[in-house]
C-alpha cells in the first residue's frame, strides 16, 4: 500500500475522532487494524479488528446504532493466556443482514435435498444447513484479501463468499452457467475473485494446501491469513498433522477451523477419536473452543486468529461446536446414528437463525411479521434461482476435454484403438 | 508357514494343487506347452462343486454374497478381523452386516477415518499371523494409503528373505463407475496395483465369483486387493452356493465361447461386453469372452490360447485407456502372438479425462463403442 506511518498514524487518529472523511482512502486504510473499541461500562481490553469494505462504518455512527451481544457460551482455551471478548457489539443492519445470509443458506439448502430428491441434482450432495453460522461469522470477520479452503461440504460457505444461488444450483445440476462450468458438481464450488479455494473431495486435503496458501499470502505481505476448514472426521488423518507441523514450524498465518459437527458420517467423534477435543490436539499450536452456533462468536474468535497470525505468531486452530440437522450425505437419511429428539432439540435451542431472530425482536429491529415476509421473499428468490438453473443447458460437449491441461487445445484424446 | 498349519487337510491339498498349477503355468511361461484350456475351466468348476458340502444354492446379489464370504471367512479362522470406516453398522454398502453382531466388536471393528492409518495397521496385524480383512469405503480413497501398500505390503516378504510377510492382507474395496459417482466414487484404480509385484489384484464378476474369490483372497497367503464392482452390488443376483468354496486365483474363465474375435475384461464391463457380443453374433461375428478374475498375477495362458484360436484380441475397462490394464494385455499378447494375430489388439476402455460429472455417458466404454471396434476389427 505504500503510506508512510506518519499519516497513517494521524489518520487513524483523525478517525477515532470521527472526523475522517469516508471514501476509499479510509477504506484503505481500515483494512489494517485500526480501531479500538472498548465496551462501555467495562474495563477491557484492546480489541483488534480488521474490517472488509463492505463492514466498513464510522464509529460514530456505530456508537450511535450499535447494541452489546453477549456470547454466552465461555471459549475454552489451549496455550493462550487471553481469549476473544465475551462480548460484542452489532448494528440494525448487522443484525438483518447475518439474518438474511443465514436464511439464505437454510432455504437454499432445503431446496438442494427436495431437488436432490427429485433427481434434479445427482451424485453426492452435502447438506450445511445447521452450520450457517459458521460460514457467515466466518466471511464477516475476513476480508477479500484472505483464502478460504473448505471440504465436500461447502454450500454455505460458497453462498457467504460472494456465490450466486443461480451458479451455485446450476452447478449442483451440472448445468454449464455452474461456477465451475458444471464439471465439478456439489464438492467443487470455487470463486476466484473473492479467494474461496472451495470445495474437495478427499478429506483432509484441506489442511496442507492451506498451509500453502498461507505461506503465499506471507509472502504477499498484505495481512492476510488462509483459513482452511475441515471436520471432526477428518481430524484423524494423517495430513492434517503434516500440515499443523509445517504451519507451525514456518510460523505460517493459517487459521485452522474445525467445523465440529460430532459426527463423521456415520460415526459419532467418540468412537473415532481418542481424544474428542480438537483444538488442543497439538500442544505447540494454540487453539480454542467456540460455540460454532452463535455468529458472534465466530465472528470474534475469527478476529482474534487473524489477529494472532498476523502479529507472526504461527498458526492457530479454532474449533467451532456446531450441528449439522441433514445426514451426512443426502444418502444418509441422519437418523440410524442420533435421535431425531437430539437433532430436534438442537433446532429448539441451539439453531443460528433462531439466536439472530431472537436478538432482532428483543431490539425491535423489526417484527415478526418482517421476518416472515422476509423468509418469503428468500424462499422466492432461491426457488426463482433454482427454476433458472434447471432451464440452462449442460455443458457443451467439448467441455469434456478441456481443462485437463493447460493449452490442451493440440492434446489427442481417445477413448478406444482400432 | 503359519498359514499352512492351521489349514484342513482339504484345504491343504487345495493348496498344494494351486501351487503346483502354479509351477505349470511358470513353466508355461518359459515355453513348456503341456497345458489346456479345458484343463483350467474345468479345475474352476470343479473347484466349485467339490468343495461345497451341502447341495443348497440362495439367490442373493453381490453384496450378500461378500457378506456371506465375510461371516465364513471370520467362523473359519478365529484370528481373522475385519476393519474399516463404518463398517460396524454394516457399511455404506451393507456388506458387513451383521458380522459385528455375530462375532463381537473386538474382531469387526470401526477405524477412524484415515486410510494410510488403515492399511499399516492391517500389514501389521498380518504380519503378526492374523487374517486382517481391511475395508477403504470407495477406491477413490485408497490413495493415502498407496504408499503403505506399494512400499510396504507388496514388498515385505521380498525384502525380509521371506522371514516376515504380511499375506493375511485383504484389502476389500468398491471401485467403478455407479451412474452419478462423479470424479470421487467411480474411479477404478486397478492399473496401478497391477503394477506392483508382490501384489495380488482380484476383480469378481458376480455374486457367486465374488464370494468364491474373496475367499480364497482372503486364504491366499499374499496380500490382496480385491475390488468389488459397486454397480452391481444391487443389481447382480445369482444363484450362489450356500456352503464354504473357493475359486482359484490367477485363473481366468471363458464365459462365452467362439471363434471370431476374444474379448478380455474384469469386473461390471463384463455384463456390457456380454451385451456387445450377443448383438455382434446377430451380425454374424462369434465372440469369446474371457473374464481375467485375477489381474496380477494374470493368467496368460488362457488368453494366449484363446486368441490363437480367433486370432482378435479386444480388451475393454472402464479406467482411461492411457497406462490401464489393457494396454499390458495388448502388449504380452502381441508378443506372444503377433504371428497369429489378423488385426490389432483393440482397447475400449475410459477416456483420458478424470472421471466426469455430467459427461459420464459419454466417458464410458459403451456396448456401441464395444461392438463398433469389434466390427472394426474383425472387417480390419
New interface residues.
Partial sequence: MGWPRSIVGALQRLNQRGLAERGDLFLSISREYTLQRSVPGERHGYILRSFGANAYRSEAQERKSSIPVEIPVPYQLHKLSEGPPQHTQTTQDELMKYYRDMALIRRMEITADILFKSQQIRGFCHLYDGQEAVAVGLVEALTDDDSIITAYRDHGLYLARGGTLFECFSELMGKRTGCSGGKGGSMHLYNVKKRFYGGWGIVGTSAPLGAGLSFAHKYLNKKSVAVAIYGDGAANQGQIYEAKNLAALWDLPLILLVENNHFGMGTAEWRASKQITFYDRVHYIPGLKIDGMDVFAVREAICYAKEHCMSGKGPIVVECDTYRYHGHSMSDPGSTYRTHDEIKGIRQERDPINHVRKLILKEGFATADDLKSMDKEIRKEVEEAAAKAKEAPQPAKDALFAHIYKNDAALQFHGFVR | MAFFARASPSQAIRRLKDQSQFLNRLLCSCGWQNRSIATAVDDAKASVHSSVESGGKKRINLCSAINDALYIALDSDPRSYVFG??VG?GG?FRCTTGLADTFGKHRVF?T???E??IVGFGIGLAAMGNRAVAEIQFA??I??AFDQIVNEAAKFRYRSGNLFNCGGLTIRTPYGAVG??????SQSPEAYFCHVPGLKVVIPRSPTQAKGLLLAAIRDPNPVIFFEPKWLYRLSVEDVPEGDYTLPLSQAEVIREGGDITLVGWGAQLAIMEEACVEASKEGISCELIDLRTLLPWDKEIVEASVNKTGRLLVSHEAP?TGGFGAEIAASITERCFLRLES???????????F????EP??M?TKN?IL??IK??VNF
Avoid: M
Fill in positions: 470406516e463404518d453398522f455404506v470401526n477412524p477415518l484415515c494410510q492409518g477413490d480413497y490413495f493415502p452419478h459417482g462423479a470424479l470421487y466414487h485407456i490389432p489388439v483393440a482397447r475400449v476402455c475410459g477416456l483420458d479425462t478424470p466426469p460429472l455430467v459427461f459419454f466417458y466404454p463403442k463398433d471396434a472394426a476389427s
